[in-house]
């Protein structure tokens, strides 16, 4: 197996990993079991991860692993295994850390959406600061967008109920603002490399 194979089977671990485990939760059901509880999470701290991996119901999992599918066709290679899984634990606790710190009406949480635009941020970044091509600049500008549609009311009203509840806003802000800053080390750490 050459290098840049195994490199590629590496980075698709990864996606296939969270898809599974997040489906093997499903199938066990109970979200409430598992989902981050800011009552219960001092107590079982695992929590701040199992939360991000279990969902409403299978059209919410569904939704993100397939936001997970095309950040993976967007943004897989350009950066290393290990760089996409500090990505994946950074912005994770930065959900969770933000939802316990900064969103004190939010009593529970339960998806990868957080994380998920954490790591389209992160890529985004990373691509910018590399070489930034329209495109890259076009999506980061729709994320930004996004998030201020977001945080200003105008999110869309059809997904909670697509999802089997209330969409966590707060969880894509504090995400998608620590993967900026991952992508932001990550960028840096690439220019200071020989």
Not at 28 to 36: C, D, I, M, N, Y
Not at 97 to 118: C, E, R, T, V
Not at 143 to 152: I, N, Y
Request: charged fraction near 15%; include cysteine; glycine fraction near 16%.
């Amino acid at each position: 197996m050459t290098d840049s194979a195994r490199r590629a089977g590496h980075r698709l671990a990864i996606p296939l990993s969270i898809a599974a485990l997040a489906t093997l939760l499903q199938l066990a059901g109970g979200a409430e079991a598992w989902r981050l509880e800011r009552g219960l999470v001092l107590n079982e701290p695992w929590r701040l991860a199992t939360g991000q991996l279990v969902h409403l119901g299978w059209a919410h999992l569904l939704m993100n692993l397939g936001g997970l599918a095309v950040v993976w066709a967007l943004f897989g290679r350009d950066l290393e295994a290990r760089q996409w899984g500090a990505a994946i634990v950074a912005c994770g606790l930065g959900v969770g850390a933000g939802l316990l710190g900064f969103s004190p009406g939010l009593d529970w949480y339960a998806g990868f959406s957080g994380i998920l635009h954490g790591l389209l941020a992160a890529a985004i970044v990373v691509r910018v600061c590399r070489r930034p091509a329209p495109l890259d600049l076009l999506l980061a500008a729709a994320l930004a967008a996004k998030l201020v549609l977001e945080q200003t009311g105008g999110g869309a009203a059809g997904t909670a109920q697509l999802i089997g509840g209330g969409v966590a806003f707060d969880a894509h802000l504090y995400g998608a603002l620590a993967g900026a800053a991952v992508g932001g080390l990550l960028a840096v750490r690439r220019r200071a490399a020989p």
